[in-house]
């Protein structure tokens, strides 16, 4: 139940209460399905190991810098609405890591996401192709020879094309997790949804999008043909979009993109005016008269540096755990003596490596439950539990079917190939907050809690080197931005 709930609650959020619950939306619904799930997750909560990760702490950090932009602007009317702006969409992240346990799962959200993408593309499509023009899910745009064109849009977060093309770009990867080896599927669903998400794209002309899926054919194809068929292959692609005019006409270029410069410029104004705690949250709109168009800047601005710390350090340990779960090997297994009474009593926090104990230890636990009821042999089928281990002990993880390694490792180079889509194309957009960041950072956590429970991956990060990461990749993002301005500037006159 906790997973259909949440399904729907990310489902109403993309389409809207209103286009999927019509007169019911005037009830708060969301906030309804929301209580809903929180109350059916209750449960699995210490399943999940949610309070070893952490991306968790990283969340609640943030909603704390959201707090202290919102309080250092003096208007304490505004704090209340922030915090309620930011909370549902970082709640998603603890819904999905909570909920989700196997691969069925994670394809289920998948599809729930192919389901809010499908049906704007549908809308927007017969919309133009009848020549409803006032139809809210096109979006006028002027061209660089002005005239007019337009745009493929969502509604709620998706209401801006760019922000629809994000979201396409980096799923289409995650698409593949349906992919079978011989499956009729994969030609009858997996490929024709794909397709549909790059002609959605199209729709939306996002001159971002256009990089970003650049950058998802290299990453994803570069280990399959190499790194330069990989290249040629980008590159064949983005002479394509200029034939078909996928860009609607708008040249894309550095010195296309000089007013999105422009606002970075007043973003690092921002900063430096409001290092800490920045100008408050969703404030950026009111020093200039388009967003920063670059996550990173609108969340140092908004949040300062405080808050961009905390932003890090919920990326970081998101990019590294995939990163290390496609790439990693399976470790070195553990004594057989020592297997079963290590799965029996638990699990060394933040580490995938199991308790050491000794001799007595074991023989002082068995007395200390004396009517605990052993088993000698697996249980037959699917499920199985050590020889040895306390059946009351037994904890529902093993209840979870376990993917061939090779699998593992599939779908977490999918998962990496849909995050580096998400942030290429967040570098020309301002969605440091947007719910789909969290899904797939939750997405990322269920795939690597996967890869621990089979030593397919090394433990988490140690909370003292995230913390230092955070620091220097917080100060580092904001240095790149800076020397990007001032290469533009350099060769702009």
């Known amino acids: 139940m906790g997973l259909f709930l949440t399904l729907l609650y990310i489902l109403t959020a993309y389409l809207g209460p209103?286009?999927?619950?019509?007169?019911?939306?005037?009830?708060?619904?969301?906030?309804?399905?929301?209580?809903?799930?929180?109350?059916?997750?209750?449960?699995?909560?210490?399943?999940?190991?949610?309070?070893?990760?952490?991306?968790?702490?990283a969340l609640v950090g943030m909603c704390i810098a959201v707090f202290c932009s919102m309080v250092m602007t003096g208007?304490?009317?505004?704090?209340?609405?922030?915090?309620?702006?930011?909370?549902?969409?970082?709640?998603?992240?603890?819904?999905?890591?909570?909920?989700?346990?196997?691969?069925?799962?994670?394809?289920?959200?998948?599809?729930?996401?192919?389901?809010?993408?499908?049906?704007?593309?549908?809308?927007?499509?017969?919309?133009?192709?009848?020549?409803?023009?006032?139809?809210p899910y096109l979006m006028p745009q002027g061209s660089d020879e002005g005239g007019f064109f337009y745009r493929l849009r969502g509604m709620?977060?998706?209401?801006?094309?760019?922000?629809?093309?994000?979201?396409?770009?980096s799923l289409i990867p995650c698409l593949f997790f349906l992919w079978k080896k011989r499956s009729p599927m994969n030609f009858l669903f997996v490929l024709p949804a794909a397709a549909l998400l790059i002609f959605g794209m199209y729709l939306t002309h996002s001159r971002g999008g256009i990089i970003a899926f650049l950058a998802v054919l290299l990453f994803a194809f570069r280990r399959k043909i190499g790194t330069i068929p990989s290249a040629v292959m980008a590159a064949g692609f983005f002479a394509l979009t200029?034939?078909?005019?996928?860009?609607?006409?708008?040249?894309?270029?550095?010195?296309?993109?000089?007013?999105?410069?422009?606002a970075w410029a007043v973003g690092l104004d921002l900063i430096k005016a409001h290092p800490i705690f920045g100008v408050g949250f969703g404030r950026f709109g009111e020093y200039f008269f388009i967003t920063a168009h670059n996550t990173i800047v609108v969340c140092a601005a908004e949040l300062g540096m405080f808050g961009l710390f905390w932003w890090v350090m919920f990326v970081l340990p998101t990019i590294r755990d995939a990163m290390v779960c496609s790439q990693g090997k399976k470790l070195k297994p553990v004594e057989e003596d020592s297997f079963s009474y290590d799965r029996a009593y638990g699990v060394q926090q933040g580490s995938s490596a199991p308790l050491r104990r000794e001799?007595?230890?074991?023989?002082?636990?068995?007395?200390?439950?004396?009517?605990?009821?052993?088993?000698?042999?697996?249980?037959?089928?699917?499920?199985?539990?050590?020889?040895?281990?306390?059946?009351?002990l037994a904890t529902a993880d093993e209840e979870d079917p376990k993917l061939p390694p090779e699998e593992v490792r599939r779908i977490s180079h999918l998962m990496l190939t849909s995050i580096v889509g998400y942030f290429?194309?967040?570098?020309?957009?301002?969605?440091?907050?947007?719910?789909?960041?969290?899904?797939?950072?939750?997405?990322?956590?269920?795939?690597?809690?996967?890869?621990?429970?089979?030593?397919l991956a090394p433990p988490r990060m140690k909370p003292l080197k995230i913390?230092?990461?955070?620091?220097?990749?917080?100060?580092?993002?904001?240095?790149?931005?800076?020397?990007?301005?001032?290469l533009q500037h350099l060769t702009s006159h």
């Open 467 to 486: 913390v230092q990461y955070a620091a220097i990749g917080s100060v580092g993002l904001i240095f790149v931005v800076y020397i990007m301005l001032r």
């Open 359 to 392: 001799p007595a230890e074991y023989a002082a636990r068995e007395m200390s439950a004396p009517t605990a009821l052993t088993i000698e042999a697996d249980l037959p089928g699917r499920y199985s539990i050590p020889a040895g281990v306390p059946l009351h």
């Open 156 to 169: 709620a977060f998706i209401n801006d094309p760019n922000d629809f093309a994000q979201v396409m770009v």
């Open 75 to 135: 208007w304490l009317g505004s704090i209340l609405p922030a915090v309620l702006g930011f909370i549902p969409n970082a709640f998603t992240f603890f819904l999905v890591v909570v909920n989700c346990r196997t691969k069925r799962h994670l394809q289920l959200l998948v599809l729930t996401m192919l389901i809010f993408c499908a049906f704007p593309i549908y809308k927007g499509y017969t919309a133009l192709h009848a020549g409803n023009f006032s139809s």
């Open 18 to 57: 209103e286009t999927l619950w019509g007169p019911l939306y005037e009830f708060h619904i969301e906030i309804i399905l929301a209580a809903l799930a929180f109350a059916a997750s209750v449960p699995a909560i210490q399943r999940s190991k949610l309070f070893s990760i952490p991306q968790s702490y």
């Open 242 to 262: 200029s034939v078909v005019n996928w860009s609607g006409g708008r040249d894309v270029s550095v010195e296309a993109g000089a007013g999105r410069m422009e």
């Open 424 to 455: 290429v194309a967040g570098w020309f957009l301002s969605r440091a907050y947007i719910m789909t960041l969290f899904i797939y950072g939750g997405m990322a956590q269920v795939i690597y809690r996967m890869a621990l429970a089979q030593d």
